[in-house]
């Protein structure tokens, strides 16, 4: 079994605790959603295509991703919370031609992270933790009508950190 397979069974072990746990009043389960805006840096791959190629290259390519969280965290108390989610974003591609050859390329993104999250009263929090993101990458290239694929995966770990404002127990 595969690392990543295990750390989606403890998140979804943890997630399960949370909702059993959930009628005390000390755990609490949300979804985010947003949009990020991202640099593929086709413009310049495009030009270095042409530059190796002799002949001009179009292309087209994503400016942003949807992103989507799942989250849950657990009062520690004095304004304290400990908090554990997981985020992945919609692809992002990129397109290349140069007459009827073609390449594209496409990534998503996705994992786990962990922080330490701060409320005051008057629900100001900050947050500060860690991430391990993984990101999938695959590409296709069409050359005289022969098609060829790869795949490549990339991981990291990183700080995080944040804030926001909470009213009434729904995030703006």
């Known amino acids: 079994m595969g690392i990543k397979k295990i750390v989606k069974i403890i998140f979804l072990l943890s997630f399960l605790t949370s909702v059993a746990n959930a009628e005390q009043g000390k755990v609490r389960i949300g979804v985010e959603l947003g949009w990020s805006p991202i640099d593929l840096e086709a413009e310049d791959t495009a030009q270095q295509i042409a530059n190796a190629s002799g002949s001009t290259v179009t292309t087209e390519y994503s400016t942003g991703v949807l992103v989507g969280r799942l989250f849950a965290d657990y009062d520690l108390g004095d304004n304290l919370y400990g908090e554990i989610g997981y985020f992945q974003?919609?692809?992002?591609?990129?397109?290349?031609?140069?007459?009827?050859?073609?390449?594209?390329?496409?990534?998503?993104?996705?994992?786990?992270?962990?922080?330490?999250?701060?409320?005051?009263?008057?629900?100001?929090?900050?947050?500060?933790?860690?991430?391990?993101?993984?990101?999938?990458?695959?590409?296709?290239?069409?050359?005289?009508?022969?098609?060829?694929?790869?795949?490549?995966?990339?991981?990291?770990?990183?700080?995080?950190?944040?804030?926001?404002?909470?009213?009434?127990?729904?995030?703006?």
Do not use: C, P, W
């Open 89 to 172: 974003t919609s692809g992002a591609e990129a397109t290349y031609k140069i007459s009827s050859d073609s390449a594209k390329e496409s990534y998503d993104v996705h994992g786990f992270d962990i922080s330490g999250k701060f409320m005051t009263e008057e629900g100001f929090f900050g947050k500060v933790g860690m991430h391990s993101t993984t990101i999938d990458g695959a590409a296709n290239v069409t050359i005289g009508g022969t098609s060829y694929n790869a795949t490549a995966e990339a991981q990291g770990t990183g700080l995080l950190f944040g804030g926001g404002f909470e009213s009434d127990g729904m995030l703006l």
